[in-house]
């Protein structure tokens, strides 16, 4: 299939769905296919849900709650995807007592496909995320952090594809500068791409040397900024080719995609779901026989 058209549809975008409330969500049925990508960001080393007397988010999020949730969308549509835009690390005892090795054995056991590297999973230095990857069954793809003369090195791919009921989905990633964020001796010799124009170099590569029919950006840049800081809205505008920005950093709670359009006139959607694991975001792609795309999108609450 070649990507011509992309059209939104913003019916279900509003749509807050919890456990149990899948069937909130409904399309008729027909020979598209159909294709669900799932998503986290900044879980912050969340493992277990909030107290029921937590000032905030009592009783929310946890572990557990996601693996059934994503058990469940998985049982609806085999044709998905599960991925992480990034600071998995950082924020309760486990990871200081840990190290990341829960979160990554936890996450491999729901299954994720793909996840990109936030700033915080250098908290414990460039070695000590090295050392847990042992317990990652599942890729890590950062395209602007150039690992080469690090001990990460072939460790970390700038890309990859899936296919998923003969769809071709490439899927790159973006991290946020870390000088000036991240003590120098953690990251050590890692170097700062520009990700824009690496964001330009992926997808044309993605689109036209791997035929992709989906691309989609992990992105751990931040949501929106003032100024010239580059973000995931200002990504979408100043590329081409990405159809999905799943984004992180900046702990945005959007209640429904944002849809930009991008420096060709396309559609680009672009999600964020907060952090610590409270929603679980999910995006439907439709592509049907005359390789029109439409795209549902929704935060389900954990």
């Known amino acids: 299939m070649k990507r011509r058209n ?11 769905v919890g456990i149990g409330g899948l069937s909130a969500l409904s399309f008729k049925p027909d020979d598209r296919k159909h294709i669900t990508i799932l998503h986290t960001n900044d879980v912050h080393s969340h493992i277990e849900p909030f107290g029921p007397d937590a000032p905030r988010n009592a009783n929310m999020c946890g572990v557990a709650r996601r693996a059934t949730l994503v058990e469940q969308i998985r049982q609806e549509n085999p044709n998905t995807l599960l991925l992480d835009a990034g600071d998995i690390f950082q924020g309760t005892p486990y990871f200081n007592f840990y190290g990341g090795e829960l979160e990554f054995k936890l996450m491999s056991k729901m299954k994720y496909d793909a996840a990109t590297i936030g700033n915080h999973d250098f908290d414990n230095g460039i070695d000590g995320l090295y050392a847990q990857l042992p317990h990652a069954d599942f890729s890590f793809i950062s395209s602007n952090y150039d690992f080469s003369n690090t001990i990460l090195d072939g460790h970390v791919s700038p890309k990859q594809t899936f296919v998923k009921d003969g769809v071709k989905i490439g899927i790159f990633g973006l991290g946020i500068e870390l000088e000036g ?12 791409l520009d990700p824009i124009e690496i964001a330009q170099e992926m997808t044309r590569r993605l689109k036209e040397d ?12 931040g949501y929106e900024y003032n100024g010239s800081k580059i973000s995931d809205l200002k990504l979408a505008r100043t590329t081409e080719n990405i159809d ?10 959007l209640e429904k995609p944002t849809i930009e359009t991008n420096k ?4 680009v959607v672009v999600n964020q779901v907060g952090c610590y694991g409270l929603y679980l975001g999910r995006i439907d792609f439709y592509l049907d026989n005359k390789n029109n795309i439409e795209a549902d999108g929704v935060k389900i609450s954990v």
């Open 181 to 192: 964020l991240v003590n120098s001796k953690l990251y050590k010799e890692t170097k700062y």
């Open 210 to 221: 791997e035929q992709c029919d989906l691309i989609i950006c992990l992105s751990h840049l």
């Open 264 to 267: 060709v006139g396309k559609k």
């Open 6 to 16: 992309f059209i939104w549809q913003a019916s279900a975008a509003t749509t807050l």
């Open 244 to 253: 999905l920005i799943i984004g992180g950093h900046t702990h945005t709670f």
